[in-house]
């Protein structure tokens, strides 16, 4: 059985598919912003990549500093193998769920 996903937990993850490669929480933010009109803040974001990082469907590291940006250090997240086939699965558990609903609303 695959892992289950909160709605924010799934966007983060669509969004960072979006984004490519690795990635931080700001750029996600920005991601939600433009695309589905969602504001977060980067540590709810934060929270969130360490949690599905928990569940084993992102994995991080620390990058080193970059030049010109204050010398701070970053954690980049990466989606993982069990992380895309969570978000195939839970697309076809919605597919599933909503295949015949437009006969019943009124």
């Known amino acids: 059985m695959p892992e289950t996903l ?3 937990e799934h966007q983060v993850l ?3 598919l979006r984004l490519g490669g690795e990635t931080y929480s700001v750029p996600i933010v920005g ?5 589905v009109g969602r504001t977060a803040a980067p540590a709810a974001v934060y929270v969130t990549l360490r ?3 928990r569940k084993g469907l992102l994995t991080s590291r620390m990058a080193p500093p970059a030049e010109g940006k204050g010398g701070r250090r970053r954690r980049l997240f990466r989606v993982e193998k069990k992380g895309v086939e969570t978000l195939r699965a839970v697309r076809d558990d919605l597919r599933r769920l ?8 009124p």
């Open 14 to 16: 669509l969004a960072m």
């Open 31 to 35: 991601e939600l912003e433009g695309l």
């Open 51 to 53: 949690r599905l990082e």
């Open 6 to 8: 909160g709605g924010f």
């Open 98 to 105: 909503c295949n015949g609903i437009e006969a019943l609303e």
